[in-house]
Nanobody, 117 residues
Framework: QVQLVESGGGLVQPGGSLRLSCVAS????????MGWHRQAPGKQRELVAT???????NYADSVKGRFTISRDNGKRTVALQMNMLKPEDTAVYYC???????????WGQGTQVIVSS
């Protein structure tokens, strides 16, 4: 069984910063790509950022230049540094990990981010 535990969400004012973290544990043989998705109320879940095992990153246009994704392969962690937050960034953020060889996807339970004055 694979578990993803997220942390770092909360309430922040517009223009502020938050750092989300996610650690993977359990019986996953080898981790491939890792990423963050988000779901705002009444909207579909959308990709925020991904990072490959080799460190290649991909970002949604809406967060480019403001968010940075990083990972530590040895610690099985992925982080999302979010700067210059906007009210439209308010959402539940989900960590995603894909098994390297099978492609099986695993998801965290989600962490709430609220950007409001």
């Amino acid at each position: 069984q694979v578990q993803l535990v997220e942390s770092g969400g909360g309430l922040v004012q517009p223009g502020g910063s938050l750092r989300l973290s996610c650690v993977a544990s359990g019986s996953i043989f080898s981790i491939g790509s890792m990423g963050w998705h988000r779901q705002a109320p009444g909207k579909q879940r959308e990709l925020v950022a991904t990072i490959t095992r080799g460190g290649t990153t991909n970002y949604a246009d809406s967060v480019k230049g403001r968010f940075t994704i990083s990972r530590d392969n040895g610690k099985r962690t992925v982080a999302l540094q979010m700067n210059m937050l906007k009210p439209e960034d308010t959402a539940v953020y989900y960590c995603n990990v894909n098994e390297r060889f099978t492609g099986e996807a695993y998801w965290g339970q989600g962490t709430q981010v609220i950007v409001s004055s």
